[in-house]
């Protein structure tokens, strides 16, 4: 079998790192600046994508909400233990500041049924404790989907008041969770509300079910939690698997809302029809609102939450990103009007493998991104030479990139190039495949 680890030295990689940095000087890029600036932003690491989405309340698989795990590949993590174990792999091979996502259903009440309005924040102790070794920061997500109480397909726009009242408390619970969870950490965890409400067909009530959600949700945040401990967004969809017809959360809705409410807005990448992109509404956007959530995904065919590639979609909105909120909209801690989460979730293929893959895929992004020669490009474009600016912007893509991206994650600690295939093959043999 081959051997995918790296072989080159560091004063090898140190070599092509100094040509390339010549290279991009070239171009006014500060490749040194660039290398800090793109492994400071932070990216949420989504749990869901080691167990499919199962979580801790005793579920063989999913039930109902629109969401679908596919494939069968050995291994999946069967616990909290299994699941923070695969997650350390995952992270230990992966560079740059992380985070992990969680929802609410990965909560851990010791064999005790506690149902979703019931939550509180010491079901989280495990998962705090854990992140303070490791220094990471804990985002979360109320749970929607998987309940008796969804099986109809809605919730906070249920025309069933007691059905909307539950899901009231259990939102509310969650935001407790968040801000009991950020106040210890100290750093924010973001509360992202994405509900799975819809019709398979033709509805005749559109503007009934948003109305209630619109109560719902106002009702929800009417109590103002601390923003240093937490932060609500709030995240559309276009269609799902039974709402193909109707969704009551859909991207208008999700915009008037955030907007006229100044809530984060979260913009899923597969939200949308299928050659959507959300690169570009990213700066209209950012004119109205402070703060946006994004949820990097890849769609294909429809929301079918492939694992994250480096691929133009990907670089677009990292490119976007940048470009809209500035350095410090992304880097810095006080000043974030950007932030960065995964969400996907592929069961046919090694499942640590896929986180890695994936958000290495989303720092190879953000990297492109701080390596871009912006300066250039917009003198030109303000000069009106746009046939520079696009010669720019095709000279620009030759750039020896790798280079730059081994030395990040060399300095990282984390392996260089393919060599961490190698250590997913490893941990497979000797710990997936013995569950």
């Known amino acids: 079998m081959n051997s995918f680890s790296d072989t080159r030295k560091p004063e090898q990689i140190e070599e092509s790192y100094q040509k390339a940095?010549?290279?991009?000087?070239?171009?006014?890029?500060?490749?040194?600046?660039?290398l800090g600036q793109a492994a400071s932003v932070p990216i949420s690491l989504h749990c869901w994508q080691g167990d499919d989405v199962t979580g801790f309340e005793g579920l063989d698989e999913l039930g109902g909400g629109g969401i679908m795990a596919t494939g069968s590949f050995p291994g999946k993590a069967r616990g909290p233990a299994e699941l923070r174990g695969d997650l350390e792999e995952a992270i230990s091979l992966i560079p740059g500041e992380l985070r992990v996502n969680l929802h609410?259903?990965?909560?851990?009440?010791?064999?005790?049924?506690?149902?979703?309005?019931?939550?509180?924040?010491?079901?989280?102790?495990?998962?705090?404790?854990?992140?303070?070794?490791?220094?990471?920061?804990?985002?979360?997500?109320?749970?929607?989907?998987?309940?008796?109480?969804?099986?109809?397909?809605?919730?906070?726009?249920?025309?069933?008041?007691?059905?909307?009242k539950f899901w009231i408390r259990h939102s509310i619970a969650s935001r407790k969770i968040a801000e009991a969870i950020g106040r210890e950490l100290g750093t924010p965890s973001i509360n992202n509300f994405w509900i799975p409400d819809g019709y398979k067909d033709f509805p005749a009530d559109r503007i009934g079910h948003r109305r209630l959600l619109t109560?719902?949700?106002?009702?929800?945040?009417?109590?103002?939690?601390?923003?240093?401990?937490?932060?609500?967004?709030?995240?559309?969809?276009?269609?799902?698997?039974?709402?193909?017809?109707?969704?009551?959360?859909?991207?208008?809705?999700?915009?008037?809302?955030?907007?006229?409410?100044?809530?984060?807005?979260?913009?899923?990448?597969?939200?949308?029809?299928?050659t959507e992109s959300i690169a570009d509404k990213l700066s209209?956007?950012?004119?109205?609102?402070?703060?946006?959530?994004?949820?990097?995904?890849?769609?294909?065919?429809?929301?079918?939450?492939?694992?994250?590639?480096?691929?133009?979609?990907?670089?677009?909105i990292a490119r976007e990103a940048l470009r809209a909120?500035?350095?410090?909209?992304?880097?810095?801690p006080s000043r974030r009007r950007i932030f960065f989460a995964l969400d996907f979730f592929d069961a046919s293929i090694n499942r640590i493998g896929a986180w890695v893959t994936g958000t290495r895929a989303a720092r190879k992004s953000l990297l492109a991104a701080f390596l871009e020669p912006y300066?250039?490009?917009?003198?030109a474009e303000?000069?009106?030479?746009?046939?520079?600016?696009?010669?720019?912007?095709?000279?620009?893509?030759?750039?020896?990139?790798?280079?730059?991206w081994d030395k990040l994650c060399m300095e990282a600690g984390v392996p260089v190039s393919s060599g961490w295939i190698d250590n997913v093959r490893n941990y497979e043999a000797a710990v997936l495949r013995k569950r």
């Open 21 to 34: 940095k010549e290279r991009y000087a070239a171009f006014g890029i500060d490749t040194d600046a660039a």
């Open 104 to 164: 609410v259903m990965y909560g851990e009440s010791g064999g005790k049924k506690v149902d979703r309005d019931e939550y509180k924040p010491e079901h989280f102790r495990n998962w705090i404790d854990w992140a303070k070794k490791h220094n990471l920061g804990i985002d979360m997500n109320p749970t929607f989907f998987s309940h008796e109480k969804a099986e109809d397909g809605f919730t906070l726009s249920s025309k069933d008041p007691e059905i909307r």
């Open 215 to 274: 109560e719902s949700l106002d009702e929800i945040f009417d109590e103002k939690l601390d923003p240093e401990a937490t932060l609500d967004a709030v995240e559309s969809k276009l269609f799902g698997i039974g709402s193909e017809a109707f969704v009551s959360g859909s991207h208008e809705f999700y915009l008037a809302y955030a907007v006229s409410r100044q809530i984060m807005l979260c913009f899923d990448a597969g939200h949308f029809h299928p």
């Open 284 to 316: 209209s956007s950012l004119l109205f609102l402070d703060r946006l959530l994004l949820h990097v995904s890849r769609p294909m065919r429809w929301d079918s939450d492939h694992v994250v590639l480096f691929d133009d979609d990907t670089r677009a």
């Open 325 to 332: 909120a500035g350095p410090e909209g992304l880097t810095d």
């Open 375 to 379: 300066a250039l490009l917009k003198e």
């Open 382 to 404: 303000e000069s009106a030479n746009f046939g520079e600016r696009l010669a720019l912007l095709e000279e620009s893509k030759t750039l020896p990139f790798s280079a730059v």
